[in-house]
């Protein structure tokens, strides 16, 4: 008798201890993700980086917000009077910059250095986002931003999107803003690991801006 409470006693501690492990995520310590690709397999190397949200801000300031993307709001409604620059091309184009604010958290450590910065970039304005040969690498901040953060950190990055209109209406513009590490790109897109697709070589990205347009002038 004693045994068999000394052996029921015992199983209650282990199942105890079990589910204490299990249960228990502590909230000091950041969460790391080797991300999968487009096809749903995992990626060879890990993703560094969550873009976790994207401000719109007012004009030029570094600031002050108007419109805030999160991974369940992808969309923005632009104005002209909130736009960085705004060019009148003819009687009927225009063309106009919003100034962007990527919130960029760490998640894992690089696979290779990037001592010359990251690339921030977007899609091609009409173009497929995952096409290699329409990204356009730090086309507004160069050199791009180190990114010299821990896992679990932070850090704010700067960055625009050009949109065009036609007769007041606007063009299809960006649909994803990402981060590469060059070396990391380069690596994935050469033999034998041949990965086609922008996103599957991105160490983040935000895909789709669904944006529409007023003309508030």
Same mark, same amino acid.
């Given at each position: 008798?004693?045994?068999?409470?000394?052996?029921?006693?015992?199983?209650?501690?282990?199942?105890?201890?079990?589910?204490?492990?299990?249960?228990?995520?502590?909230?000091?310590?950041?969460?790391?993700?080797?991300?999968?690709?487009?096809?749903?397999?995992?990626?060879?190397? @890990?993703?560094?980086?969550?873009?976790?949200?994207?401000?719109?801000?007012?004009?030029?300031?570094?600031?002050?917000?108007?419109?805030?993307?999160?991974?369940?709001?992808?969309?923005?409604?632009?104005?002209?009077?909130?736009?960085?620059?705004?060019?009148?091309?003819?009687?009927?184009?225009?063309?106009?910059?919003?100034?962007?604010?990527?919130?960029?958290?760490?998640?894992?450590?690089?696979?290779?250095p990037a001592p010359g910065g990251y690339w921030i970039s977007e899609t091609v304005i009409g173009g497929e986002p995952d096409d290699p040969s329409l990204l356009w690498p730090n086309?507004?901040?160069?050199?791009?931003?180190?990114?010299?953060?821990?896992? /679990?950190?932070?850090?704010?990055?700067?960055?625009?999107?050009?949109?065009?209109?036609?007769?007041?209406?606007?063009?299809? /513009?960006?649909?994803?803003?990402?981060?590469?590490?060059?070396?990391?790109?380069?690596?994935?897109?050469? @033999?034998?690991?041949?990965?086609?697709?922008?996103?599957?070589?991105?160490?983040?990205?935000?895909?789709?801006?669904?944006?529409?347009?007023?003309?508030?002038?």
């Open positions: 008798m004693t045994l068999r409470k000394t052996l029921a006693g015992l199983s209650m501690l282990i199942m105890a201890v079990a589910f204490s492990c299990t249960d228990h995520v502590n909230p000091g310590e950041p969460e790391q993700s080797n991300c999968l690709r487009v096809n749903g397999t995992p990626r060879l190397y @890990p993703c560094e980086f969550e873009i976790t949200q994207i401000d719109f801000m007012k004009v030029s300031s570094n600031t002050d917000v108007y419109a805030t993307l999160t991974p369940a709001n992808h969309d923005v409604h632009l104005l002209t009077t909130m736009a960085f620059s705004y060019v009148r091309n003819s009687t009927t184009t225009a063309t106009l910059q919003y100034k962007i604010r990527l919130h960029v958290k760490r998640i894992a450590p690089p696979a290779f086309k507004y901040y160069n050199p791009g931003p180190l990114l010299n953060i821990a896992v /679990g950190e932070t850090s704010l990055v700067f960055t625009r999107l050009t949109y065009y209109t036609s007769d007041g209406l606007l063009d299809p /513009g960006p649909q994803m803003v990402s981060i590469q590490n060059p070396a990391t790109y380069q690596k994935l897109a050469d @033999p034998p690991n041949n990965y086609a697709l922008v996103r599957d070589r991105s160490e983040a990205f935000y895909l789709p801006i669904n944006a529409t347009y007023t003309d508030d002038r």
